[in-house]
């Protein structure tokens, strides 16, 4: 059994061997097993259900909770040579009759359903006539009420075991917490379920989190070492996202917004064109999470401190799926934590609900803050030990420093209970510095015993104390939300002087600017950075051509390999991890031409095109692009005047021009009958008002969309 399992692995898939706990699991389903599995995002879940689909007579039934997920699984198989589709509403009913049909000459090996279309009475009996392979329960935490992704369709799913007794069934899920997994049990009845845990670490993840300073600084600081990467800018609110989305579009970061506020339609379309463009950075609140797929997300980067961290491992393990370096960056502060505080206390919900939210925030802070391993601390959270230091973290690489501050703590705390438990951070700062300004006298604070008696410390080493304290629950904010802080009970010990306190120094900004830098997730080396980008364009345009995601393709890590190991021949192609039978035959002789460099890549027209209208759709101006792209500024419009006589691009996504004046200029082109005049015909009527190129982005788009 296991070696047909592992010829398919190597025949269809073209992965040389299993990972962790796949041949296992696979070895159990083929068999008619059932089991349960628990694997972190990027542990490779899919083959542990494909490939025993592959070694099992009859259908295989996937279930999934979202179209996108479905799609991109099929397109994937579907590249493989493996006959997959997926059923949902977007189908009409002559295509839903006509895979009906396919599937009864069993033509089809995997079929994808969304639950409730499993559960539909007809479904079931229209499945209880046919072989079935197997059952997958994808997202299998759906089923829970206490997870954030319930979906209360998941719960019929425990019909299953009784109305095909026969059947194995597989259900996965990457959220680990104990509870979640017994419910998983007892509602999908798998009491008989073989389960298989693995390690939730991701290894390829590298850690940071740095107090924050000035975070939009920080931030492009951060990403001018991974220019052309895709990833997550994560923020609290939809008008943050909606400004740095802006803000790193003006930088030259192409980086589209997505949030509840904006109509499904554009949300739908920036989340395609994260998926199928490179090199894109998604600025997002929450609502933008489950369904990301995409597995070559480089980083994840937080500006907003996550409430938990069961969110924050969740957002950050989007980063790195295929197994390549990823990066989780967080920027975290006083604000952060005062905001954190008060939305708690002032949400709906009972008190123990509260409690529950509030150890969760403490759990988070206290990550933060921590100075031993940060994955070490994470793992532990999720009852998993590390034995030693992962020495791929921040805290690991850099070290930290620790400083006695008992004395200062007391001083600070102190200002805190004599200026009556009202105040904010940066009155009491000031207060510590001995600062005499207006408010100062206003309140009459320069008399208390505690001003200016901390001028030994720096302005940013108070902040960062006060941050600690609050982090540590030693201070608390006022419950009326102004942001004031008071002192809490467990604050006594350090006043009294039973304890001492031992705090975390913060990196200077430089200093942690420079570490971030350094810990780069830099894939390719600048000398191959020519052959990567001609890998990456010639499956671009195939990615194109089949309308899929280019890492349907091949993964990122299929196309390092071809860049490592050079194939010179179709034989030595086959070798690559990743490159199965199918694939071989489809676009081996395309990639081991652009390896050998006989092949031009198309790099040059069909690429430098696609990042322009990708710059110009993030809202970026053709001054702005010309500079991005390192061409001239006439280069850019034209290239914009091709794309819109393609309708790639919209007029208003390529040009923001007032209306009057594009309504003249059109007026001016419209005027006589039949062709459109030339541009150097109207130009004279603009000179001097907008660039010439301008017009002959007007003209392109009025001949596109009247066909002249
Ligand atoms: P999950 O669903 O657990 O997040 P996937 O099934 O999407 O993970 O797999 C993540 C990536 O790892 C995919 O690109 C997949 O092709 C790859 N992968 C899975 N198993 C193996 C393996 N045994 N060898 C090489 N690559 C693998
Ligand atoms: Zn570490």
Redesign the pocket.
Same mark, same amino acid.
């Given at each position: 059994m296991l070696e047909n399992a592992q010829r398919i692995l190597k025949d269809v898939f073209g992965?040389d &061997?299993?990972?962790g706990r796949?041949a296992a699991i696979i070895e159990r389903v083929a068999n008619g097993g059932d089991a349960l599995v628990l694997?972190p995002?990027? +542990?490779?879940? &899919?083959?542990c259900f494909q490939v025993p689909a592959l070694l099992r007579e009859g259908l295989a039934v996937v279930v999934s909770p979202l179209i996108a997920l479905m799609d991109d699984q099929v397109a994937t198989l579907d590249e493989l040579g493996v006959a997959a589709v997926a059923l949902n509403s977007t189908l009409s009913a002559d295509q839903q009759r006509d895979i009906a049909e396919r599937i009864r000459r069993r033509e089809i090996k995997m079929l994808y359903l969304a639950p409730e279309r499993l559960v539909q009475p007809r479904m079931l009996s229209f499945l209880q006539r046919l072989d079935i392979a197997l059952f997958a329960i994808d997202e299998a935490h759906c089923v829970s009420q206490w997870g954030h992704d319930f979906r209360p369709e998941y719960l019929q799913l425990g019909q299953l075991a009784e109305l095909f007794p026969e059947v194995p069934r597989i259900a996965l899920t990457?959220t680990a917490d104990m509870r979640t997994r017994e419910e998983i049990i007892e509602r999908l009845h798998l009491q008989r379920a073989e389960r298989f845990l693995s390690s939730f670490d991701r290894p390829n993840i590298f850690y940071r989190i740095v107090p924050k300073e000035q975070p939009r600084k920080q931030l492009l600081g951060f990403l001018s070492a991974r220019k052309g990467d895709a990833g997550i800018v994560y923020c609290l609110s939809r008008k943050k996202v909606d400004e740095v989305a802006a803000f790193l579009s003006e930088q030259g970061f192409p980086a589209l917004p997505y949030h509840a506020g904006l109509p499904s339609e554009l949300r739908a379309y920036h989340q395609k064109r994260f998926l199928n463009e490179e090199g894109l950075i998604m600025v997002a609140t929450i609502a933008f999470g489950m369904g990301i797929d995409k597995?070559n997300v480089r980083f994840v980067a937080h500006l907003d401190l996550p409430k938990s961290l069961e969110a924050y491992y969740q957002e950050t393990g989007r980063a790195g799926?295929? +197994?390549l370096p990823a990066d989780a960056w967080m920027a975290y502060g006083l604000q952060d934590v005062l905001l954190l505080k008060q939305m708690l206390n002032n949400s709906e919900g009972d008190e123990r609900h509260k409690r529950v939210e509030q150890h969760k925030l403490d759990a988070m802070l206290a990550l933060c803050e921590e100075t031993r391993c940060r994955r070490q601390a994470l793992l532990a959270y999720f009852d998993e030990i590390l034995d030693k230091p992962c020495g791929h973290c921040d805290n690991c690489t850099d070290g930290v420093q620790t400083w006695d501050a008992t004395e200062p703590a007391r001083q600070a705390l102190s200002a805190i209970y004599r200026s009556g438990q009202r105040y904010g951070v940066g009155h009491l700062v000031d207060m510590l510095l001995g600062r005499d300004n207006e408010r100062m006298r206003k309140e009459g604070h320069q008399h208390l015993s505690v001003f200016g008696v901390g001028k030994a410390l720096s302005e940013g080493e108070w902040r960062s104390l006060f941050r600690q304290l609050v982090a540590r629950g030693l201070a608390d904010v006022d419950l009326e939300g102004y942001g004031g802080l008071r002192l809490s009970e467990s604050c006594r010990p350090l006043l009294r002087g039973e304890v001492n306190l031992q705090l975390r120094r913060d990196l200077k900004p430089q200093q942690s600017a420079k570490a971030s830098s350094s810990a780069a997730s830099q894939l390719v080396r600048g000398d191959e950075r020519e052959q990567w980008e001609a890998l990456r364009a010639l499956r671009r345009k195939l990615a194109e051509e089949h309308g899929v995601p280019p890492y349907v393709i091949f993964?990122d890590a299929t196309l390092l390999e071809m860049l490592r190991s050079k194939p010179s021949t179709l034989p030595e192609m086959a070798q690559v &991890?990743g490159v199965g039978a199918r694939k071989l035959e489809r676009y081996g002789e395309a990639f081991l031409q652009v390896l050998s460099g006989g092949e031009e890549a198309p790099r040059a027209v069909v690429d430098l095109r696609h990042e322009l209208i990708s710059l110009a759709c993030a809202g970026m101006t053709p001054a702005q692009i010309a500079n991005q792209l390192q061409c001239s500024q006439k280069n850019v419009y034209s290239m914009l005047a091709d794309a819109l006589a393609a309708q790639q691009i919209s007029l208003d996504q390529a040009l923001d021009l007032p209306e009057d004046l594009l309504l003249e200029i059109q007026d001016a082109f419209l005027d006589g009958e039949g062709e459109l005049p030339a541009v150097s015909e109207v130009s004279e009527q603009f000179a001097k008002r907008v660039d010439e190129g301008v017009l002959y982005c007007v003209r392109a788009a009025l001949q596109a969309e009247f066909q002249l």
């Open positions: 992965y &061997s299993f990972r796949q694997m995002t990027g +542990g490779g879940k &899919s083959l990457a597995p799926r295929d +197994g993964p &991890s």
